[in-house]
């Protein structure tokens, strides 16, 4: 698991091969994650927007950005936790993402950026 704290947010991954929906002959490669966001502030936050960087081990590169995660806006008191699982297809057996999320102060309504730390997925039949 990768964990990162940034702005008074903890953010929390795990990454998963998703033997059954990869298609390895069509270089297509399936990957769940699981994200904990952890809010370690004195004030309520709320998870504007995410922004997604996906690297292909063969150089493609993609940026995903959008409201929410999961089509949720979640709100987090101090010392709460939200967690999602989410996925990602990749052309090679082998990528990295990372990113960042808009948050929220709930008390003031001035928005901050809370990093999403680079995490890595890798099939396991790579792993040597």
């Known amino acids: 698991m990768i964990s990162k704290i940034s702005e008074g947010v903890q953010i929390s991954v795990e990454t998963f091969y998703q033997d059954e929906y990869s ?4 270089s297509e490669y399936m990957f769940a994650y699981r994200i904990t966001i952890e809010n370690h ?10 922004h997604w960087f996906i690297y292909d081990s063969n ?3 993609r940026e995903v950005e959008g409201e929410g ?3 949720m806006q979640p709100v987090l ?4 936790q939200f967690q999602y699982v989410s996925g990602c297809n990749l052309k090679t057996e082998i990528g990295r993402m990372q990113g960042t999320y808009l948050m929220e102060n709930l008390n003031s309504l001035s928005t901050f950026i809370v990093k999403i730390p680079p995490f890595q997925m890798v ?4 792993n040597n």
């Open 59 to 61: 150089g493609q590169n």
């Open 23 to 26: 298609h390895p002959v069509n």
């Open 69 to 71: 995660v999961v089509g």
């Open 123 to 126: 099939a396991p039949f790579k």
């Open 77 to 80: 008191e101090p010392g709460k």
């Open 41 to 50: 502030n004195h004030f309520s936050v709320k998870l504007l927007r995410r």
